[in-house]
């Protein structure tokens, strides 16, 4: 079964210092892959999307994410953190038939002056 | 891009009683929208998949008859929760797939609904 996995529940760095969330698939086909980002109380917003395209993916926010099929790691970066990053983050993976969301965990990303 | 609305934002109800929410497309027709539950500090968990004018296909373990799911246009779904109790009390948020986009795929989210049971 497809599943998506975070490591890391909770991340916290200093603001100003890179931002590292992992994310790891298992697929039998090639996926399509995304990082969402949730603000408390609120819904989530779609950061990035890995399309088979590029590798290297650019979202909003300074985020980036490279897929790495040998690795079967999506991880998400951002080069230096902001306060206002402080939120909880999700990998999600479409299943096949590009109906359904797997999603991770989560990685809460906290950001200290 | 394509906007998704839940209303109400958060709902306080007592056990026992059923309570609506509403989950709208604003500038695009879903043929298919999505449910989930989110409990504190955890994941979204696929409630069930709701396709315009056909029955939901509700995911393993999901009481069908206590969250009844209605597409019945291509721009709103309703989730039911009947007969709420406390532990029905958790965030719930619903998304669109827009199929006249380039990525007919991708799925939209709504802002979520906080529903209490007392």
């Known amino acids: 079964a497809q599943s998506v996995t975070q490591l890391g529940s909770h991340v916290s760095v200093s603001e100003g210092a890179l931002v590292l969330l992992r994310c790891n698939y298992s697929s039998s086909v090639p996926p399509y892959l995304f990082w969402y980002v949730q603000y408390p109380n609120q819904g989530l917003q779609l950061l990035l999307k890995y399309t088979s395209a590029a590798t290297l993916v650019k979202g909003i926010n300074g985020f980036e994410a490279e897929f790495k099929k040998s690795e079967t790691s999506f991880h998400l970066t951002k080069p230096s953190a902001h306060m206002s990053d402080a939120a909880e983050y999700f990998c999600?993976?479409?299943?096949?038939?590009?109906?359904?969301?797997?999603f991770g965990a989560g990685t809460r990303l906290a950001v200290h002056p | 891009g394509a906007v998704v609305s839940q209303h109400p934002s958060w709902v306080i109800c007592k056990s026992g009683t059923s309570v609506k929410i509403e989950c709208r497309s604003l500038d695009f027709q879903a043929t298919t929208m999505f449910w989930y539950r989110q409990f504190p500090k955890q994941s979204l968990m696929l409630m069930a998949t709701?396709?315009?004018?056909?029955?939901?296909?509700?995911e393993q373990g999901v009481e069908k008859d206590k969250f009844l799911i209605n597409h019945a246009s291509l721009t709103l779904s309703t989730l039911t929760v009947t007969s709420a109790h406390p532990e029905d009390s958790s965030f719930y948020i619903c998304?669109?797939?827009?199929?006249?986009?380039?990525?007919?795929?991708?799925?939209?989210f709504g802002p979520g609904t906080r529903l209490t049971v007392t």
């Open positions: 999600a993976s479409l299943s096949g038939g590009y109906n359904k969301l797997i």
């Open positions: 709701s396709n315009e004018g056909s029955k939901a296909t509700y």
């Open positions: 998304s669109a797939r827009d199929p006249s986009g380039g990525l007919s795929y991708e799925q939209y």
